[in-house]
């Protein structure tokens, strides 16, 4: 497709920079192809820019186009990007019905009519869930080369395919760790992305209507056949891959400057105006707080099946009677060795990386190794667990006590700190947030949505930077910044490839990331007027000192930060094992990592749940973990965990009875939003009036019926109050929805119902057959 390059020819450039990538395409006169570029800009797009002119030598040519995504840093015309991908698709694939584009950060889809002309566009929300860059950070996350790997790595795969979550990064990470701790292979988890991947861009685009054929696919996902493949099956449609669809964007661009050629040349020119830097934020140093000093009296790496980083803070007896406690976490795991009376002996830390047994095997060989270097003989008298894997790890190893993390934690702030009222927690993907009252946990709150707060998202910035994580502090602080998104963790990322390509500096997109991480915490997962006066920051990212003094810096409070910050969770677990210690133990030992203890993955099909098994076998003894039940394995009958205990649902309902004979007309209740929480009381009213009433909780698939019907992106409660409603119209006569504003509470703060549930039963009446029928009272 391409032809001969000759400098001194008439020449037409199309520029499209994404969030990620770089393309162009270099085109004559007669729209002949004649080069093509396609380049990862990390930021730098007026660089790759100009390093492409300069290797083709180019000083003048007759147009240049750029796309409305690309900053204007060469002087060019510039073009909607929707108009580029119209040129482009009209030049090259005018029978196409459908053309999907699916970037870096934006996915979308343009609808033509039967003559070819543009009919309509529809893309994805603000997030980037199904896009390539949500793809790229999960094949780092895998420690792949990119997602070209991950694609054909996925192909490869003649297995099942995982449930990954596509929607957003905490909950991909989640899944992934517990694919990996279920046995899938390489090859099945990329697949699962890939297929998660696809069903998101279909779901958005494709919820009410099924695509007019024939289908392409452009952008650079476009690439990535297995999305293609999953797409194609999802869809049920033959989808077009066209040569170049890389570059529809450009090369639309490129066309688009051929169609308005006048004879003429313009050379080439770069926009060298200096924008002035805006600092959003101060210099990040630490000023209220004291900052302590994490070194112990020996530390070193032992290397075992993992590394584990060891730290011994006081001298073991000879003879020494011990408690340990374990944090089994999403990305690591620590371990926590404390004397009779709770003072920290020792603590080991390593990388859970989805094999939470082999590193408790690998802390445990760590600890052995040194009480016999030492010459130290010691006695374990509990153990306890925490995390993520406490409560399969804690079957395993035979924990004492398997305890919260929310416990462990507080446990662990009030004993360094009794006059903590506030702990702030940041774990490698989840971030929590502690409130105390005289040593005790009043309220607690993690986050439930949103990775962008979390320890690996630093961790993921400081490497795509090319900053060690050791050194991650030293280069922030001191350092003034800009301010990036705290919304998404992908958008952060287009945030600061923005950034640089305005020539801020790596240390300072390292204070940014911070600053983010801070902003998103406070909005999302706390709430700054919950912060309390004594704040205790604990979890491995503590020991930044930048992310610190950012949290001081915006807060304007002392924050405490313990020598074991990275360790309190296990530390809170020796604790309680410790204070709770009869003279007995269930604990195995530490001789456990000399077992090779394999672990099989069953499934339970007593009872509907199909629960998950971990099973392993131990001295003889079979361990099993994962059932949703209250069964023991060698029990071969479903047991229920609420058996004797008093159902409240129940005897209610047993109290809510047909108070007055019901009459032909029936009313419908939607089980949905806030009106699940009423149904009896709704039942209850319409019953004593004499009016039969049935409700939509046998409805099958709500959520999946919504998206069908909603006349926009919704998200998933709203989608399925779509569902509900379409579920009760055949068989009632009203749909009773009535208007929520706000819940009178005269003794409480004012609170309002989400903004969506308060107009969710206007929605209902776009509806097919509903406006007839809803009751809709405010």
């Known amino acids: 497709m391409e ?37 990862y800009h990390h930021g730098k797009i007026k660089e790759t820019i100009e390093q492409y002119f300069n290797k083709k030598q180019l000083k003048k040519v007759c147009q240049i186009a750029i796309t409305s995504s690309t900053p204007q840093v060469v002087k060019a015309s510039q073009v909607n990007t929707q108009v580029a991908y119209v040129q482009a698709v009209k030049e090259f694939l005018p029978h196409v019905r459908t053309l999907v584009i699916i970037g870096g950060e934006k996915f979308g889809v343009i609808e033509f009519d039967e003559q070819g002309n543009y009919s309509e566009y529809r893309g994805n929300t603000s997030c980037a869930a199904g896009t390539g860059g949500f793809l790229d950070q999960q094949a ?22 995982p449930k990954i979550a596509s929607r957003c990064a905490v909950f991909a990470k989640t899944d992934l760790i517990h694919s990996q701790q279920e046995g899938y292979s390489i090859h099945e988890i990329c697949d699962g992305l890939c297929y ?28 990535n056949k297995a999305v293609i493949k999953h797409l194609e099956t999802i869809l049920d449609a033959t989808v077009i891959v066209p040569e170049l669809s890389h570059l529809y964007g450009s090369l639309g661009a490129a066309l688009w400057a051929v169609s308005r050629a006048d004879g ?19 210099k990040l140093d630490i000023v209220l707080s004291q900052y302590p000093d994490f070194a112990g009296i020996e530390s070193y790496v032992y290397h075992a099946k993992q590394d584990v980083e060891v730290d011994i803070y006081a001298t073991f007896a000879k003879e020494t009677e011990a408690f340990i406690g374990i944090d089994i976490g999403s990305t690591s795991t620590k371990m ?12 080991f830390y390593t990388r859970t990386a989805g094999k939470p047994l082999e590193a408790v095997q690998s802390l445990f060989e760590a600890l052995d190794s040194y009480a016999q270097q030492k010459g130290v003989t010691l006695s374990v008298k509990g153990a306890a667990t925490t995390g993520s894997g406490r409560k399969f790890i804690g079957t395993l190893i035979g924990a004492d006590i398997i305890l919260d993390e929310i416990s462990a934690h507080a446990k662990a702030a009030v004993a360094l700190n009794p006059d903590v009222d506030t702990i702030i927690e940041i774990g490698g993907q989840d971030s929590k947030f502690t409130m105390l009252k005289n040593g005790n946990v009043v309220f607690s709150q993690m986050n439930n ?55 801020y500096s790596t240390d300072e997109l390292l204070a940014t990331v911070l600053h983010s991480v801070v902003e998103n915490y406070l909005s999302k997962v706390s709430g700054e007027a919950k912060i309390g006066n004594c704040i205790c920051f604990q979890g491995a990212t503590a020991k930044n000192k930048a992310l610190v003094a950012a949290f001081e810096q915006r807060l304007q409070k002392p924050i405490f930060v313990s020598k074991y910050c990275h360790l309190t969770g296990a530390l809170g677990c020796a604790l309680e094992v410790m204070e709770t210690y009869t003279g007995k133990t269930k604990f195995r030992g530490i001789d456990l990592y000399k077992q090779e203890i394999p672990i099989k993955n069953e499934t339970c099909n007593l009872c509907t749940n199909h629960c998950k098994l971990k099973v392993a ?15 023991d394995y060698h029990y071969k009958k479903f047991v229920s965990k609420s058996k004797g205990v008093f159902d409240f649902t129940k005897e209610r309902k047993k109290i809510i009875s047909n108070k007055t004979k019901s009459q032909p007309a029936k009313v419908g209740i939607p089980a ?29 698939d709500p959520v999946a019926t919504g998206k069908r019907l909603a006349q926009a992106e919704f998200c998933a409660p709203m989608a399925a109050f779509h569902g509900h409603i379409a579920y009760l119209l055949d068989t009632c006569d009203f749909i009773f929805a009535p208007i929520y504003i706000e819940k009178d509470a005269p003794q409480e703060a004012r609170r309002q119902y989400c903004y969506y549930t308060q107009f969710a039963p206007a929605l209902g009446y776009l509806l097919p057959e509903a406006s007839q029928k809803l009751l809709s009272p405010v």
């Open 3 to 39: 032809k001969s390059f000759d400098t001194n020819g008439k020449y037409f450039i199309g520029i499209d920079a994404g969030s990620t990538a770089l393309s162009i395409v270099l085109m004559d006169e007669h729209k002949n192809i004649i080069d093509t570029s396609y380049t």
């Open 140 to 161: 780092r996350r895998l420690q792949l080369a990119g997602s070209q790997e991950l694609s054909q790595l996925a192909l490869k795969n003649v297995g099942d395919i």
């Open 196 to 223: 998660g991947l696809a069903r998101n861009i279909a779901d958005t685009l494709f919820a009410s209507k099924k695509p007019a054929q024939p289908v392409a696919i452009v952008g650079g996902v476009s690439l």
């Open 264 to 282: 003429s040349e313009m050379p080439i020119e770069f926009n060298h105006e200096l924008e002035l830097k805006e600092y959003n934020y101060e």
């Open 336 to 347: 926590a060795v404390t004397d009779s009376y709770g003072n920290m002996l020792a603590g």
């Open 449 to 503: 949505v949103c990775a962008a707060g979390t320890g690996s998202f630093i961790e993921e910035q400081a490497y795509k930077l090319g900053c060690a994580l050791s050194q991650y502090a030293n280069r922030a602080l001191g350092m003034q910044s800009p301010v990036a998104s705290d919304r998404c963790t992908v958008f952060m990322e287009r945030d600061i490839n923005y950034l640089m390509s305005k020539g």
């Open 617 to 631: 076998e131990i001295n003889g003894e079979i361990v099993a973990y994962g059932f949703l039940c209250g069964r």
């Open 672 to 700: 949905a939003l806030h009106l699940v929480d009423e149904l009896d009381l709704w039942i209850d009213f319409f019953e004593r009036l004499g009016v039969s009433v049935s409700t939509s909780m046998d409805c099958p």
